[in-house]
């Protein structure tokens, strides 16, 4: 069984930084798209970042120039470096990894979840 843990979550104020980390097991890493999703208290979970295993990545518009989405295959890890938070960032987010081709950001072509990570910020 697939497993996926996120780390890295937590309180800062709007401007900071925050580096989400999501390791992965069970699963060939290098072959597989993965992917940021977060959801905000009453809200759908929405796709954050997806990558490729090329690399090649896709952002919401929300985040772009903001979130930096990579990958290490040789540690079958995943990460979310986001910059500039803001309040409305808020959200638990998931680390998510799919078999499809592409690095897409719906969430109905994701397979395997995580349990998420809580990240919260202050204005």
């Known amino acids: 069984q697939v497993q996926l843990v996120e780390s890295g979550g937590g309180s800062v104020q709007a401007g900071g930084s925050l580096r989400l980390s999501c390791a992965a097991s069970r699963l060939s890493f290098s072959v597989v798209c993965m992917a940021w999703f977060r959801q905000a208290p009453g809200k759908e979970r929405d796709g954050v970042a997806a990558?490729?295993?090329?690399?090649?990545?896709n952002y919401a518009d929300s985040v772009k120039g903001r979130f930096t989405i990579s990958r290490d295959n040789a540690k079958n890890t995943l990460y979310l470096e986001m910059d500039n938070l803001k309040p409305e960032d808020t959200a638990m987010y998931y680390c998510?990894?799919?078999?499809?081709?592409?690095?897409?950001?719906?969430?109905?072509?994701?397979?395997?979840w995580g349990q998420g990570t809580q990240v919260t910020v202050s204005s």
């Open positions: 990558i490729d295993f090329d690399g090649r990545t």
């Open positions: 998510a990894a799919t078999w499809a081709r592409l690095p897409v950001l719906d969430r109905a072509s994701y397979a395997a």
